[in-house]
């Protein structure tokens, strides 16, 4: 069984997400959002981060983790609070031993929701129906449950490909994201847990 911590950055709200593929079927292991934005400043919201961070992964024992890469925002204070929040989860995720993969956001809505204009409630939506979930995660935790479906799913696809097991840096095969989340789905369905 591999497990997946996904990681959706915020210096106020940052989510988590926690997938295992067992076999070809993804399996939702558990899933929250580090609310800290009553903190007070930056460095201290960064502090709860990672402490919130590190019982994660210590819990879940994941062996890789995806994260989403860094965008252009029109407010440059905004993407630079954004990147110091990624920073404290790649420092906390290399220190405990798991390997790092980033992806874009449009390649995580084309995978999950088949186009890269998907907006948050879409991405939601089809994480709820993807990982048999009961109840629509929040936005922050939704997005971190794609991401860490988007990197199992170029995983397995990469793996299948290739006819090998194991992690890829990046998939980049020509079918879509729909149609290949599609074809693992029909490998097997996911557990609801």
């Given at each position: 069984?591999?497990?997946?911590?996904?990681?959706?950055?915020?210096?106020?709200?940052?989510?988590?997400?926690?997938?295992?593929?067992?076999?070809?079927?993804?399996?939702?292991?558990?899933?929250?959002?580090?609310?800290?934005?009553?903190?007070?400043?930056?460095?201290?919201?960064?502090?709860?981060?990672?402490?919130?961070?590190?019982?994660?992964?210590?819990?879940?024992?994941?062996?890789?983790?995806?994260?989403?890469?860094?965008?252009?925002?029109?407010?440059?204070?905004?993407?630079?609070?954004?990147?110091?929040?990624?920073?404290?989860?790649?420092?906390?995720?290399?220190?405990?031993?798991?390997?790092?993969?980033?992806?874009?956001?449009?390649?995580?809505?084309?995978?999950?929701?088949g186009a890269g204009r998907a907006d948050k409630a879409q991405?939601?939506?089809?994480?709820?129906?993807?990982?048999?979930?009961?109840?629509?995660?929040?936005?922050?935790?939704?997005?971190?449950?794609?991401?860490?479906v988007t990197h199992l799913q170029g995983?397995?696809?990469?793996?299948?490909?290739?006819?090998?097991?194991?992690?890829?840096?990046?998939?980049?095969?020509?079918?879509?994201?729909?149609?290949?989340?599609?074809?693992?789905?029909?490998?097997?369905?996911?557990?609801?847990?």
């Amino acid at each position: 069984m591999t497990i997946v911590l996904g990681l959706d950055p915020g210096t106020r709200h940052f989510g988590w997400g926690v997938v295992a593929k067992n076999g070809t079927r993804l399996q939702h292991l558990a899933h929250g959002v580090c609310d800290v934005e009553k903190l007070g400043e930056l460095g201290d919201r960064l502090v709860a981060i990672e402490e919130q961070l590190v019982d994660v992964i210590a819990r879940f024992k994941p062996l890789q983790a995806s994260i989403e890469t860094l965008f252009f925002a029109k407010d440059a204070s905004a993407a630079a609070k954004l990147g110091h929040a990624r920073g404290v989860a790649l420092l906390v995720c290399t220190r405990m031993g798991l390997e790092s993969f980033e992806y874009a956001p449009a390649r995580v809505k084309r995978t999950i929701a088949g186009a890269g204009r998907a907006d948050k409630a879409q991405v939601a939506a089809m994480i709820r129906v993807v990982l048999g979930l009961t109840v629509v995660p929040r936005p922050d935790a939704a997005d971190a449950l794609a991401i860490a479906v988007t990197h199992l799913q170029g995983s397995a696809l990469s793996a299948m490909a290739a006819g090998r097991n194991g992690p890829a840096r990046g998939f980049s095969g020509k079918a879509s994201g729909q149609s290949a989340l599609r074809a693992i789905l029909r490998a097997g369905r996911p557990s609801n847990t």
